[in-house]
C-alpha cells in the first residue's frame, strides 16, 4: 500500500514537472514549399531556429520578404548557391519569402512567433594596457 501510494505521488510530480519545464523555445516556423519544381531550393532553419538557410545547386538571384502588412520588408541580392538570413531582422508574424532562381520563383513562408533577441556580435581585438609609472626627470648637461 505504502508503495501504491509512493508511486502515485512520483507520478503526479513528473505530471505537474512536464507542464512548467520545457525544452528551448522555438522562435520561428518554416513552412516550406513542397513542389516539386521547388526541389532543388534546399530552405530550412537551424536548430535554434532562429537563421534561414537557403542552399541550392543554381544561383540564388533575389531574396525579398512580404510581411503581414502586404508591403516587402528585406530585399536581398544575393547572386550565390547558400545564403543565411538571420530571423531577428523579421517583425513578429507571418512573413512570405521569395527567392528568385530566374526565371522560376519559390515561395514559401515563415512566421516569426516571438521576438528574437539580437545576437551581440564579440569583437576581440587587443587592447594595450597602459600603467602609469611615476617617472624621474633628470637634467643632463653642463650646470
Known sequence: MKNLIRICIVVVLVFLLSFTLQAQEHYAKLEKNRNIQAKDLVHELNETKDTLILKSEKKI?????INKDYTRELEFKINDTSFQLPLNKLSVG???LVAVQSPKRIVFVVRVLKEIPKTKTVH??????STSVPVKVVA???N
Open 140 to 142: 643632463v648637461g653642463n
Open 61 to 65: 538571384n533575389y531574396l525579398y520578404t
Open 94 to 96: 507571418k512573413h512570405v
Open 124 to 129: 576581440t581585438t587587443e587592447k594595450k594596457i
